[in-house]
């Protein structure tokens, strides 16, 4: 945890066949690093908007995230550890699968089975932490991240700036500047990125981490 893009490899179809973050500092698109497990800066919490993933991915339309008797909004799409320079670690270490009481606990803020055990894969083995812990974490800022009123759950799209989103989002959190960045596709709100200390704490983005560059977004309404 709204450019950024990988294609999950997931059991379920309701993981994001759309893009992990676009992680840039430079022209020059990084490689994951060869660093170890726990060994990074930072860490960027990647929260999807459940109507523009669903309303541009339509093979998934089934996927429980775009099931509109949940009438889903922000949802994590991952929580990867970050370089300052750009660069992130990777599958750090063999990855069992995740714990079935996890997986129930972390349906209802990451709604896909597959998504869940790829971001443990590719992303949580390089936390430095059980898989339990990793998760708790995930939850415990998904839960504790206040959303503006305007973007709540707007049952009409609302066009407005990326600065604009990013600044409101800061602004209700209590955040540096900066902490948050917006990612978007086809002109539409896509995902909320969040810039966050080792220990959690709201901090501002690298310079490089790119958003989104239109001079407005609109923000689907949610179903």
């Known amino acids: 945890m709204l450019p950024f893009l990988v294609v999950a490899l997931c059991t379920l179809g309701a993981?994001?066949?759309?893009?992990?973050?676009?992680?840039?500092?430079?022209?020059?698109?990084?490689?994951?690093?060869?660093?170890?497990?726990?060994?990074?800066?930072?860490?960027?919490l990647a929260l999807s908007w459940?109507?523009?993933?669903?309303?541009?991915?339509?093979?998934?339309?089934?996927?429980?995230?775009?099931?509109?008797?949940?009438?889903?909004?922000?949802?994590?799409?991952?929580?990867?550890?970050?370089n300052d320079d750009g660069t992130y670690p990777e599958s750090c270490a063999p990855a069992r699968p995740v714990a079935e009481a996890t997986v129930q606990r972390m349906l209802g803020v990451m709604p896909a089975r597959g998504l869940?055990?790829?971001?443990?894969?590719t992303h949580g083995t390089c936390s430095g932490l059980p898989a339990q812990e990793y998760f708790a974490d995930i939850e415990k800022v998904y839960r504790g991240l206040q959303i503006p009123a305007a973007y709540?759950?707007?049952?009409?799209?609302?066009?407005?700036?990326?600065?604009?989103?990013?600044?409101?989002?800061?602004?209700?959190?209590?955040?540096?500047?900066?902490?948050?960045?917006?990612?978007?596709s086809g002109g539409n709100f896509s995902e909320l990125h969040v810039c966050l200390t080792r220990d959690l704490q709201y901090r501002a983005c690298p310079?490089?981490?790119r958003g989104c560059r239109a001079?407005?977004?609109?923000?689907?309404?949610?179903?």
Not at 116 to 121: G, R
């Open 15 to 44: 993981c994001k066949a759309a893009p992990q973050p676009v992680k840039t500092s430079s022209a020059e698109t990084p490689q994951p690093s060869v660093s170890s497990a726990s060994k990074f800066d930072y860490y960027l």
């Open 50 to 82: 459940a109507p523009e993933f669903c309303a541009s991915h339509s093979g998934h339309a089934s996927s429980s995230e775009c099931d509109p008797t949940h009438r889903f909004g922000l949802v994590v799409h991952g929580l990867w550890p970050q």
């Open 116 to 121: 869940i055990q790829h971001e443990w894969a």
């Open 152 to 184: 709540r759950a707007p049952t009409q799209p609302v066009r407005a700036g990326p600065q604009e989103i990013e600044q409101k989002f800061a602004e209700a959190n209590h955040a540096a500047s900066g902490a948050f960045r917006i990612t978007c």
């Open 207 to 209: 310079s490089g981490l």
């Open 215 to 223: 001079r407005q977004v609109t923000i689907l309404a949610i179903p």
